[in-house]
C-alpha cells in the first residue's frame, strides 16, 4: 500500500519547520491536531530529535500516518490518537499544540470546540501554533485564497477560510495571548499563541 501523500506539505514543511525551531526550543513535545498524511510529523520530528511529536487524527487517517512513521525509523514520534473535534480529547494537559491547514476545512462549530478544548489542555506559558490561510478585515489576502474559499465551500458549506478577527476572539477566550503573525508562502499565515492562565 501506498503511503498516502500530499504535496502541499512537502512545499511547506521546511518553511514551518524554519519558524518552529526556535519556537520549540524550551519545550519537550507538541501535540498536532489533525495530522493528516504524517508528512509533517516526520520532518518536524526529524530535524527536532530532543521533541516527542505525538500525533493525532480521525481512526480513518491513522493507517496512512502509522505507514510514515514506520518507515521513518524515528523513536520519538508517537502512534496517532483518535481525535474528533467534537468529542472529548484524549489529552490530558500539553505544553504545545501545532495544527496545519485544518481550520478551514473543519465547520465554525468545531473551530469553536477546537479553541474550548485549548482552554483546559495547554498549559500554563504553552504554545498554540496554527498555521493556514486567513481573511484580515472581511477580505481575502489573494485571488488564489478566494478561489480556494470558493472551492471549499463547494464541497462543504460549513467549511471556509476564517477571519482572523474570528480566530483570536476564540483564542482571547481560551486566554491565548497572540504573540506573533507571521507570513508564509503560498498566502498563509503562522500564528503563535501563548497560554496566559488557566
Known amino acids: 500500500m501506498n503511503k498516502p501523500h500530499s504535496q ?12 518552529l525551531m526556535p519556537l520549540l526550543t524550551p519545550y519537550q513535545g507538541v501535540v498536532e491536531i489533525g495530522s ?3 508528512q509533517h510529523a516526520v520532518h518536524f520530528a526529524n ?17 496512512g500516518i502509522k505507514q510514515w512513521i514506520n518507515d521513518s525509523g524515528l523513536s520519538n514520534i508517537k502512534p496517532p490518537l483518535c481525535l474528533d473535534l467534537s468529542k ?10 501545532y495544527t ?3 481550520l478551514h476545512i473543519v465547520s465554525a462549530e ?3 470546540a477546537f479553541f474550548a478544548a485549548i482552554k483546559n489542555t495547554v498549559n500554563i506559558n504553552g504554545l498554540v501554533i496554527i498555521y493556514g490561510p486567513f481573511n484580515y478585515a472581511g477580505k481575502f489576502t489573494s485571488d488564489s485564497n478566494r478561489q480556494f474559499d470558493d472551492w471549499l465551500k463547494d464541497r462543504d458549506s460549513n467549511s471556509g477560510i476564517r477571519d ?7 483564542a482571547a477566550k481560551a486566554n491565548l495571548h497572540l504573540l506573533d503573525d507571521e507570513q508564509m508562502p503560498a498566502n498563509n ?4 499563541f501563548k497560554k496566559l492562565i488557566n
Open 8 to 19: 502541499s506539505c512537502d512545499n511547506n514543511k521546511q518553511p514551518i519547520l524554519e519558524k
Open 88 to 97: 472529548p480529547w484524549p489529552i490530558s494537559q500539553c505544553d504545545v499544540i
Open 100 to 102: 496545519a491547514n485544518t
Open 189 to 192: 499565515r503562522l500564528l503563535t
Open 36 to 38: 493528516g498524511t504524517g
Open 47 to 63: 530535524a527536532l530529535p530532543n521533541l516527542t511529536w505525538q500525533t493525532t487524527d480521525l481512526a480513518v487517517n491513522h493507517s
Open 110 to 112: 468545531l473551530v469553536t
Open 164 to 170: 482572523i478577527e474570528w480566530i483570536t476572539e476564540l
